[in-house]
């Protein structure tokens, strides 16, 4: 499937009634008693309530473990479609779109050679997984491309608390660790990796500030000139770097590649830009201007809402791996929907004695039992609880299964909007490439969803 029909695939999928319908109505709206429902719901809000676990039905039809005959034909359709349109997610193998047989899975620089390993004192498995997998990768293609040959200066964007930066350190590269955030580099000092390591070959620079598209040239100019006095007659080639590079950060450093290989910025720089690899994340930071970048996805036609950014991070396929957690988060999302029909009930035999508190975090303690979650929810927000409501009534058993259907379907759409935004982002790469003129653009699975982030599709920008 051509890339520019993908994106149209997409754009018609998301703006169809049924996922439209779900994307606006949020779990709290539906449970007002003055919510309409929408017709398309008609067909299975019916089947939710009386279904013992209808999240696990859709779910297991999903990743394909149950035939799609124990669930409405709207919903079965609405899950192939979903299945035809993400995007593959398997560690190692380019993402392409599911429903695409044409596409070969060729296996791009999968290699779990990590080479020499930072110290691991205070990462998480999950983080280790990540930082190992994108260590493996850069290594690979620093190894393979002849494009990155003398490549020793690395920028890593977003360093967070800069085990990606230690890694790359180790393996003999000048680092600049860039990060906005002072405590993230009190962390990065806390394990002495603050401030110019030296020895052997290579160096480690952590500096705190803020990234954006000016300040990031304006950064390296400074590291370079501070390394190498020299930089004017030997202009080292550098890359760029960029793990959970959140919202903004990553179209930030999309446009600073681009203009950096295509030299459309007139600015001259005593280095050359030679690479960018670039994991994003956090969608629902991301500002306008940083979606589309595209210019043929018209933005008045598919507005992603705060919704659709949102639910973009859900990773459906691994609920079931965890049946109890995602049980657990289920109910955190009804329940509080559930609050909506207490409350009104309490005002509606009570008068509205004070205007309604906002909920604010709940302990996960609470969530155990409802008549103490109930209870508290309702002192919270200064209203008088109604008698019975604390038993759980049938009309809430209904309720409860009818809202975790809904929130399982919105974020069942959660891949197809997390494709589209990254789809947006490799076309319009290519396309500023012309063709490849100025660089080769590729995406990767980097690592496993099931093991770490759901956030794994890697961009690789790679100079001609
Ligand atoms: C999700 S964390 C990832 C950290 C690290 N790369 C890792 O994988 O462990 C994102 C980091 O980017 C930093 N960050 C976000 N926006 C930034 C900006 N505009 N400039 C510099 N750092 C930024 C945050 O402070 C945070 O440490």
């Keep these: 499937m051509p890339s520019d ?7 018609k999928f998301l703006a169809s009634s049924l996922p439209k319908s779900l994307f606006v109505a949020h779990p709290n709206d539906v449970a007002k008693p003055s919510f309409m429902l929408p017709p398309e719901w008609e067909t299975w809000w019916d089947w939710a309530a009386s279904t013992p676990e209808p999240w696990v039905e859709l779910l297991s039809y999903y990743v394909g473990q149950r035939p799609c005959s124990n669930i409405p034909s709207s919903l079965s359709q609405l899950i192939d479609n979903v299945k035809v349109l993400q995007l593959t997610r398997s560690q190692g193998l380019p993402p392409v779109p599911a429903g695409d047989g044409s596409q070969s899975h060729e296996i791009q620089y999968a290699n779990t050679d990590t080479g020499r390993q930072a110290p691991r004192q205070g990462m998480s498995p999950k983080k280790q997984h990540e930082v190992s997998a994108m260590t493996a990768h850069i290594t690979q293609v620093l190894r393979t491309s002849s494009a990155l040959k003398g490549a020793h200066h690395v920028v890593d964007i977003g360093a967070g608390q800069g085990y990606l930066s230690w890694n790359l350190r180790a393996l003999g590269m000048h680092v600049l660790a860039l990060d906005s955030s002072a405590i993230q580099a009190n962390g990065a000092e806390r394990r002495r990796s603050y401030g110019k390591v030296s020895g052997g070959q290579g160096s480690l620079t952590y500096k705190i500030a803020k990234v954006t598209p000016n300040s990031l040239l304006q950064s390296v100019d400074e590291w370079i000139t501070a ?14 770097v960029a793990l959970h590079a959140c919202g903004s950060l990553t179209a930030d450093i999309l446009r600073t590649s681009v203009s950096a290989m295509r030299g459309s910025n007139g600015e001259k720089h005593g280095w050359t830009l030679k690479a960018a690899f670039v994991v994003g994340c956090c969608y629902n930071m991301m500002e306008e201007k940083d979606f589309t970048l595209y210019s043929d996805v018209a933005r008045g036609d598919c507005p992603l809402s705060p919704s659709h950014l949102q639910l973009a991070a859900q990773v459906p396929s691994t609920w079931l791996d965890h049946k109890a957690q995602a049980a657990f988060a289920l109910r955190k999302v009804s329940w509080r929907a559930l609050l909506e029909v207490a409350t009104t009930e309490s005002d509606s035999t009570n008068g509205c004695l004070t205007e309604k508190r906002r909920l604010g975090r709940v302990n996960n303690a609470l969530y155990q039992r409802w008549d103490q979650f109930l209870r508290m929810s309702l002192e919270k927000m200064h209203k008088i609880p109604i ?11 209904r309720l409860e299964k009818q809202l975790s259907t809904l929130h399982t379907l919105r974020c069942l759409l959660g891949p197809c909007v997390e494709s589209f935004i990254i789809w947006d982002r490799y076309t319009w790469l290519k396309e500023v490439s012309e063709c490849g003129t100025y660089f080769e653009v590729h995406l990767l ?3 496993d969803q099931s ?14």
Excluded at 387 to 397: I, Q, R, T
Excluded at 451 to 464: E, P, V
Aim: charged share 15%; with cysteine; glycine share 4%.
């Design 445 to 447: 699975n980097l690592f």
């Design 227 to 240: 390394l190498s006095p020299t930089a004017e007659l030997h202009p080292p080639s550098v890359v760029f």
């Design 5 to 11: 029909q993908y994106l149209d695939c997409l754009q």
């Design 451 to 464: 093991q770490a982030s759901g956030r794994n599709i890697l961009i690789d920008i790679i100079s001609n």
């Design 387 to 397: 008698p019975g409501m604390e038993l759980f009534p049938e009309k809430l058993v």
